[in-house]
């Protein structure tokens, strides 16, 4: 008997939700840890599942760090195209990327520092280029704000990478603080915004 249309589209809705839960709480125990202090048995613990259900979502450990990774460009990606949509200057433009959900909730976007973990190097190359894309814009932003004096004279290479590193340690950063995640994305993109302005 064949289910219908509205039912499949339910079952999958709820394996989505589920996919997206492991890799949220995947990426929260990366960034704690580290990669190689992580184990698929650690995922598990967090998640109350065993450590064979994850295998119905990831070959292996470093699979599994590869599907965060993309999660995280992907949000990143979107966090870009808002920017550019939003943004009234180039200052603003960063200054919204560094506000969005791709740097601001605990999970996605510190372990980006741990790239070449990936062990694939088809994958790892696939993915430092999208990485380096989303330097480049933050880059062109920094120019673009030089060009309409919202940002000071400085190297757009240098500071781009500047913020972009800044960005990428923000979920590692309230690991260790008593601060709130918005408290620290607030004082983060005040900071970003002085450090700038002309």
């Known amino acids: 008997m064949t289910r219908n249309p509205a039912w499949r589209k339910a079952q999958q809705a709820q394996a989505d939700m589920k996919r997206?839960?492991?890799?949220?709480?995947?990426?929260?125990v990366f960034n704690m840890k580290g990669y190689h202090a992580t184990s698929l048995a650690d995922v598990a613990e967090r998640?109350?599942?065993?450590?064979?259900?994850?295998?119905?979502?990831?070959?292996?450990?470093?699979?599994?760090?590869?599907?965060c990774y993309v999660r995280s460009l992907e949000e990143i990606d979107q966090a870009r195209d808002e920017a550019n949509r939003n943004g009234?200057?180039?200052?603003?433009?960063?200054?919204?990327?560094?506000?969005?959900?791709?740097?601001?909730?605990?999970?996605?976007?510190?372990?980006?520092?741990?790239?070449?973990?990936?062990?694939d190097p088809r994958k790892r190359a696939e993915l430092k280029k999208r990485l380096a894309?989303?330097?480049?814009?933050?880059?062109?932003?920094?120019?673009?704000?030089?060009?309409?004096?919202?940002?000071?004279?400085?190297?757009p290479d240098l500071a781009g990478r500047f913020v972009m590193g800044a960005f990428n340690w923000v979920p590692r950063w309230i690991a260790g603080s008593s601060l709130?995640?918005?408290?620290i994305t607030r004082y983060f993109v005040e900071l970003t915004r002085k450090t700038l302005a002309p």
């Not at 709130?180 to 408290?183: A, F, I, L, T």
């Open 180 to 183: 709130s995640m918005d408290e």
């Open 20 to 28: 997206e839960a492991v890799l949220q709480e995947a990426a929260n």
């Open 47 to 67: 998640l109350h599942i065993t450590k064979t259900a994850l295998y119905y979502y990831v070959k292996n450990k470093n699979d599994l760090l590869y599907q």
């Open 133 to 155: 894309q989303a330097q480049e814009s933050v880059t062109a932003w920094v120019e673009e704000g030089i060009a309409d004096k919202s940002i000071a004279k400085c190297d």
């Open 88 to 119: 009234t200057s180039g200052l603003d433009k960063i200054c919204k990327y560094a506000s969005s959900e791709a740097f601001t909730t605990h999970e996605p976007a510190a372990l980006l520092n741990e790239i070449d973990a990936i062990e």
